[in-house]
Structures are given as structure tokens and as C-alpha cells.
């Protein structure tokens, strides 16, 4: 079995700390896995000054500002500097639901993806901000990639949601005039709602040079519809019962279940964004994995 954080059951790992302490053990195992630095990772198109580095190459040390402020900042140049990242956090009802009370609710298992996601990024210095929402937007952090955003978003994601709807495009919209030059928006979110708004909003952010990743978080009951009884199906966000036997609906279920993944797949193809799946029994690890891959040229696996 392995021992790496960002490779053990979410649940199990999740009951041995609080959400803070998860993420960094997740970033601790997921960065000992790779193959090479995250520093190089997620590269977009700006350039600055950062505080020098021991070990930082004396090629790009600004000698006139050393000379000037006694101050040692380290040029940035284009293909070099850090990204600028939206996390677009879903917090409707349907969120909190789990399927097995010994699995994470959706929404216990994307905050700590997403908390995980946002420690990855301010640890090689890119800015990150968090977007909040339901049926309207709980809260907004601006990306910054200063001391004490960790603490700013660890604070967010501690805020109610529960609302009984998903604005999906309005969060977009919203995370991408935050991000104003070229980064990348991930959206972690159920998608139980109706895929053309996402992906209207998808395709105005990739015109405006954002990379967008989209993390449809599902629980494995949501795919697989297992055996029970008798049982009433309730809608958690509009409230709607349907009494069912599920030997009888199991067949249209899965049909229509994997007619919806194929059109999210296609909506947010067309629109220029990437699309995962992550089921809230899989390992954070895999989920970060599409992270990391969602620049090409950051790539760091």
C-alpha cells in the first residue's frame, strides 16, 4: 500500500486531519512523485521581479536595482514567470451529498482538491484566487500569490454555501475578470445543471487566452446506481420526488447518465476547455494530475 498522501483513499486521509493540514501532506506526496520541479510548471505570458532565491541563476539578478535599492529581485521574463489561477468552487446542495457514508460528499472531496490545487500553485509563487458558488456567488478571492493567501483561501472555503441551484457560467465570467492577463480557470463543480451557459462562459474565457479545466466531481453511486429496495429519489436542489425500484430504472439511468458525461464532454470541447472526471473515491493525486496538465507547456509529468 503506498504511503504517499496524494495516493491513499480520500476519506481515509481526510479523517486524519482538517483540510489545511490534508492539503499539504497531498502537495508533499504529489510533488515527491514527480519527475521533475514544479517551479517550471504552468508557465503563461507576463513578466516581473520576484525576491532572489538562493540557488536562483546570478544570470537574471537585476544589478541596477541591487545597486540602487540594496535590494536583490531576480528578472522574470515571459516564459519564465508564474501563472495566474482561478479555483471555481461549486457549493450547491447537490455538493453535499455522498452516496456511502464512509466516502466524502462531493463537496468535502473538492475542497480539499481544491485546497490541495491551491497550495501546489503559491508553492512555485503563481497567484491563485478562489470563487465561491451556488445560485449566486458566495465568495470572491482575488488571486494573489503573496504570504497569507493560504490563509485567505483556507478562511473561504470554511464559508456557507447550500444554495439549491448552480450558476455555473455567472462563476466563470466572475473568476475570469479576475484573472486579466492569460491564466487558467478550474472549475470543480457536479454540473448538474445545464451544460450551454458553462460553456458559453468556457469559450469567452478561452478567447481571452485562459486555459479552462473542468473537474466533474461525481460520487461512484452516481455512476454505478447500486442495489437497494423500494426507495424515493429526491432532487437535493429543487426538491423534486420520483419513487422508483431501481431494478427498473437502473438501465435508463446509466444510459442517460453517460449520455450527459458525453455532452458536457462535447459542450466543453467545443468551447476549448479540457474536461476530467474525478470520482470522490479516487486518489487526489490523479485529479492533480489533470491540473498540472492543463498548460501544455507546464506541464510537469
Partial sequence: MSTRADQLDPAVLAALGHLELVARWVVDGFITGLHRSPRKGFSVEFAEHRPYMPGDDL???????????????????????????????????????????????????????ASAMALLLLRQRDAVGLVRFDAA??????????????????????EPGGGTASNVGEALAAAGKLVRRPGFVV???????????????????????????????MDPAERDFPESGEARYRDPESGHEVPASPGDVRTTYRTTVQEALAD?????????????????????????????GVNGRGAMV
Avoid: C
Avoid at 77 to 91: K, Q, S
Avoid at 190 to 212: N, Q, S, W
Avoid at 279 to 287: H, I, K, S, V
Fill in 59 to 113: 544570470r537574471y539578478l537585476d544589478w541596477r536595482i541591487a545597486g540602487r535599492a540594496d535590494r536583490w529581485v531576480v528578472k522574470q521574463f515571459e516564459e519564465e514567470t508564474n501563472a495566474r489561477a482561478m479555483l471555481v468552487l461549486d457549493v450547491s446542495a447537490s455538493m453535499q451529498w455522498a452516496g456511502d457514508p464512509a466516502r466524502l460528499t462531493k463537496l468535502a472531496y473538492a475542497e480539499r482538491l
Fill in 137 to 158: 456567488l458566495r465568495d470572491v478571492v482575488p488571486p494573489r500569490s503573496q504570504r497569507g493567501q493560504w490563509r485567505r483561501l483556507v478562511a473561504a472555503f470554511a
Fill in 187 to 217: 472549475l470543480l463543480s457536479d454540473l448538474l445543471t445545464d451544460p450551454a451557459p458553462a460553456a458559453d462562459a468556457a469559450r469567452t474565457l478561452r478567447a481571452r487566452g485562459h486555459e479552462v479545466l473542468v473537474l466533474h466531481v
Fill in 264 to 292: 458536457w464532454k462535447s459542450a466543453l470541447g467545443r468551447a476549448g476547455a479540457r474536461y476530467a472526471l474525478a470520482y470522490t473515491d479516487e486518489p487526489f493525486g490523479r485529479a492533480l494530475r489533470h491540473l498540472v
